[in-house]
């Protein structure tokens, strides 16, 4: 362990620096919120704490205790203890009860194990004030999860596989992936260089699991078949992933031309998109939790002229009557038209990261003499105890709107306050409004409001820039 005190940075931590800041997963220096790291006791998350420790992360350990292998789970969180311990890192230990989980929910053992440890997880992101959850998915991980989505049959978003960053809804959980572009045998390599031991799970050996199969089978026979083929189906995904951009945009293009007062007229959809409207509507429906089964039968129904039938998904249901598809039915709440113009929830204990990249980060009021002056109006300042409560969110703006800017007196339109930043119809289209109990607190890029702004009684405070 001593070796972690070397001046000078291992290779694959340079690499892990490198990433974290082309993809601007993480922050850190003073007043950065804490990451949250999974766990486990394997190289790869072994080796992901051990290098964000050396990079001056402000690290805390996260280790889930599944009791499902008997001496070697007490073993894995013995071993995590260790490691946190020499590093100086605080850690915490859950034991959870899987059976009691599988009983109560009908999941297998594996979800079971997933929602428990990622309900856990969010949970401390809370307490901790975290940043974001980082885990240790590296390249044969993503490997593996491609030909799986690939061999289940996937759209588009299934061929990009895991990405460096995701967040779990609006105001929900971020995760990251540091190591997405490591393999297996530089993780390795790395913790011998540094003389740090990891422990292996027997089960990972096991052929019963698909993951398993894939590792050990399919990709050395694709190795053997083609050399390199694992670097030509991550190339693959990388080009995917930068055309899911452009895809993404015309699928919200799509929303807002079809989806009016939550309804969809499939005849019109049909006429003008042809064969492409089976994609269409897949991609418009799939984040209420409809399948592509049951989109092929919502068309399949809709080109025989079928009327009354309703289609069911977790998260809405839709009925189909003479060409239009209803999906405010059974009591729903209605849609919006255009699903990026919905309010989005926010908590600002963390980084926001939808619909904007705001970067959140907590002082004490000392540090507020160091602020430039003016703020750029990429910036906000805000009293900590009005940040931690009450119910904010990021919403367009609307006719009507008012503010009152800091530095001037009585509320202003928000169209007047367009008018002097020079924004055209765009632009004001596009602009997000930061809201706390109705109120608008900050307009991102434009002009911020007096309201709960650093003053005398003032302890700590949050700033806000756009990332």
Known sequence: MDNLNSPSLHPFEASVDAFIASRRLLRRGCGAAPVLVGVSGGADSIALLAALHTLGFDVRAAHCNFHLRGSESLRDMHHVEAICSRLG???????????????????????????????????????????????????????????????????????????????????GSTIVRPLLESSRSEIEQYLLDRNIQWVVDSSNSADEYRRNRIRHHLLPLMEELIPGALDGLLRTAAQV??????????????????????????????RELGPRARMALWEMLRPMGFNMTQIRNILDAQASGASGLTFTAPART???????????????????????????????????????????????????????????????????????????????????????????????????????????????????????????????????????AVGPGTRRYVRLEID
């Open 89 to 171: 890192v605080d850690l915490y230990v859950k034991d959870f009860n899987v059976e009691a989980r599988r009983r109560a929910s009908g999941e297998s053992t594996e979800m079971a194990c997933r929602s428990l440890r990622y309900a856990w997880f969010a949970s401390l992101l809370d307490r901790e004030r975290a940043q974001a959850l980082a885990v240790g998915h590296h390249r044969e991980d993503q490997a593996e999860t491609l030909l799986l989505n690939l061999m289940r049959g996937t759209g588009p978003a299934g061929l990009v596989g895991m990405k460096p960053r995701r967040t779990d809804g609006p105001g």
């Open 318 to 452: 839709a009925e189909l009557s003479r060409g239009i598809l209803d999906l405010n039915s059974r009591g729903a709440a209605p849609l919006p038209v255009a699903s990026a113009a919905a309010p989005v929830l926010v908590d600002l204990r963390r980084d926001v990261v939808l619909p904007l990249r705001i970067a959140v980060t907590l002082r004490p009021v000392a540090a507020f003499a160091e602020e430039l002056m003016p703020p750029s109006p990429k910036v906000a300042f805000i009293d900590a105890d009005a940040a931690e409560t009450g119910t904010w969110e990021l919403r367009r703006w609307r006719h009507g709107d008012r503010m009152t800017p800091f530095g001037m007196r009585g509320s202003k339109l928000v169209s007047d306050i367009f008018a002097l930043a020079r924004m055209d119809a765009r632009a004001k289209r596009e602009a997000w409004l930061l809201v706390r109990n109705g109120e608008i607190v900050w307009i991102p890029g434009v002009k911020r409001s007096a309201l709960f």
């Open 241 to 270: 992933d930068d055309a899911m951009d452009l895809y993404l945009s015309q699928i919200e293009a799509f929303r807002s031309r079809f989806i009016i007062a939550g309804r969809i007229d499939l005849s019109e959809l049909v």
